[in-house]
């Protein structure tokens, strides 16, 4: 277990299961929303976010997170103006951001530091990110408990919640922002490439296996959680870039729960 005796490997687990408790929660609720490649369209506009900020010499990680919230309240936006086609409002952010991020990417001096938000550096993390992180975990995890049966009723059918006295329009403020937030953050330490998949493949992985909604955020947690412990471990001992070893293990298993829910005769 020599692993933990290294201070980077610590922050690195500490940060790693902050987020693997954090992400899914926001996961759940986009999967069910049917707006499962928010994470990705917020990803790609948190790079444009950190290209500007290593441009403007400021705090990348606040660059990606302006550029997320702003990104998420265009989603919103579109999504309201086209509500029969939710999802183009993702495909629109995501070509910006794309676009955008390419653009500027061509002014960063430094293309490492701008690299490192791709993949993510989460065994290279400094002490103030990991206070960054944690208070932001922190934050989203109260913020979800306190709006976690109005997020469910939003989650399952917005117009139903509205009739029902939830104040819609102010939940998805708050969520939008919990999102923007959360992908701008693990963007600096698992990557923006692999964020999504964080907030997917446990939600995922979690529905099969949940008989209710509450189980199936719980699940989601605690195989993320599994995760990212499992992948970090196999990360330092095999010499692997942890946020893709993460991402595999997660499809591995998805793929391995499917194939034991045929063979047992239990698929929907």
């Given at each position: 277990?020599?692993?933990?005796?290294?201070?980077?490997?610590?922050?690195?687990?500490?940060?790693?299961?902050?987020?693997?408790?954090?992400?899914?929660?926001?996961?759940?609720?986009?999967?069910?929303?049917?707006?499962?490649?928010?994470?990705?369209?917020?990803?790609?506009?948190?790079?444009?976010?950190?290209?500007?900020?290593?441009?403007?010499?400021?705090?990348?990680?606040?660059?990606?997170?302006?550029?997320?919230?702003?990104?998420?309240?265009?989603?919103?936006?579109?999504?309201?103006?086209?509500?029969?086609?939710?999802?183009?409002?993702?495909?629109?952010?995501?070509?910006?951001?794309?676009?955008?991020?390419?653009?500027?990417?061509?002014?960063?001096?430094?293309?490492?530091?701008?690299?490192?938000f791709l993949f993510g550096s989460i065994v290279a993390i400094s002490d103030l990110e990991m206070y960054l992180v944690a208070g932001v975990s922190l934050a989203v995890l109260l913020?979800?408990?306190?709006?976690?049966?109005?997020?469910?009723?939003?989650?399952?059918?917005?117009?139903?919640?509205?009739?029902?006295?939830?104040?819609?329009?102010?939940?998805?403020?708050?969520?939008?922002?919990?999102?923007?937030?959360?992908?701008?953050?693990?963007?600096?330490?698992?990557?923006?490439?692999?964020?999504?998949?964080?907030?997917?493949?446990?939600?995922?992985?979690?529905?099969?296996?949940?008989?209710?909604?509450?189980?199936?955020?719980?699940?989601?947690?605690?195989?993320?959680?599994?995760?990212m412990v499992i992948g970090l471990f196999a990360a330092y001992y095999l010499d692997l870039k942890p946020g893709g070893t993460i991402v595999l293990i997660s499809v591995i298993l998805?793929?391995?729960?499917?194939?034991?829910?045929?063979?047992?005769?239990?698929?929907?």
């Amino acid at each position: 277990m020599e692993i933990f005796e290294y201070a980077f490997m610590q922050r690195a687990f500490l940060v790693g299961i902050l987020l693997a408790m954090t992400i899914p929660c926001i996961g759940i609720v986009v999967v069910l929303r049917r707006l499962s490649m928010i994470g990705d369209a917020l990803s790609h506009a948190s790079l444009a976010g950190v290209a500007l900020g290593l441009i403007l010499g400021i705090n990348p990680v606040a660059g990606a997170a302006a550029a997320c919230i702003l990104a998420s309240l265009g989603i919103e936006a579109i999504r309201r103006k086209l509500p029969r086609y939710s999802e183009m409002s993702i495909a629109i952010m995501m070509s910006a951001g794309v676009g955008l991020a390419g653009v500027l990417s061509g002014f960063v001096k430094s293309s490492a530091n701008f690299n490192s938000f791709l993949f993510g550096s989460i065994v290279a993390i400094s002490d103030l990110e990991m206070y960054l992180v944690a208070g932001v975990s922190l934050a989203v995890l109260l913020m979800f408990l306190l709006l976690y049966k109005e997020l469910f009723f939003i989650a399952l059918d917005e117009r139903s919640a509205r009739l029902a006295g939830v104040p819609v329009g102010a939940v998805n403020f708050i969520f939008t922002i919990m999102t923007a937030i959360t992908v701008a953050v693990a963007a600096r330490t698992v990557g923006a490439l692999i964020v999504s998949s964080m907030m997917v493949i446990p939600a995922a992985c979690a529905m099969q296996l949940g008989k209710n909604y509450r189980q199936t955020v719980l699940y989601a947690v605690l195989l993320d959680v599994i995760f990212m412990v499992i992948g970090l471990f196999a990360a330092y001992y095999l010499d692997l870039k942890p946020g893709g070893t993460i991402v595999l293990i997660s499809v591995i298993l998805l793929v391995v729960i499917l194939a034991v829910k045929k063979l047992l005769g239990l698929s929907d």
